[in-house]
């Protein structure tokens, strides 16, 4: 049995649909954002594409504690300023390490300091499994 590809690299296990914000966009809009479900962080870019930082869930809730008004604070307010992230050629190997050590659901993955698409966990189980198990796992 052959174990999983780790050598695969980041722009080929990478979701390119990215949603993100703005520095300016406001926590109620992000927390809408959060509510479909799709969403557990949203990387805060430039109008060049440039990232900048990333609102998570927690940024947004940590704000409700602290008594900040969610139709006032912006992702500028909250985000986190030097977000983890990877390269496109980085190694789904090294990629998964970068997610373990740090905690993190998905890692950014950039291009020139660019956001060019983002990697969650489910992106790389779905790459890593043995794709006859899937088919499999729908059957009786």
């Known amino acids: 049995m052959k174990g999983p590809n780790l050598s695969l690299k980041a722009r ?7 949603m993100a914000v703005t520095r300016r966009a406001i926590g109620r809009d992000m927390a809408v954002q ?19 930082g990333i609102v998570t ?8 504690q602290d008594g900040r ?5 912006t992702a500028q307010d909250l985000m986190s300023v030097v977000p983890v992230t990877v390269e496109e050629d980085t190694a789904i190997g090294e990629v998964i390490k970068q997610m373990i050590k740090e905690n ?6 950039v291009r020139n300091r660019k956001l060019v698409g983002i ?21 009786s």
């Open 12 to 18: 080929e296990v990478m979701n390119t649909r990215v």
């Open 34 to 52: 959060f509510l479909t479900g799709v969403y557990s962080g949203l990387p805060v870019v430039e109008r060049d594409g440039e990232l900048i």
């Open 57 to 64: 869930e927690f940024d947004l809730l940590k704000a409700v």
């Open 69 to 73: 008004d969610l139709h006032t604070v």
């Open 104 to 109: 993190i659901l998905r890692l950014p993955v």
């Open 119 to 139: 990697i969650s966990r489910s992106d790389l189980l779905h790459h890593l499994i043995d794709p006859h198990l899937l088919s499999v796992s729908g059957s």
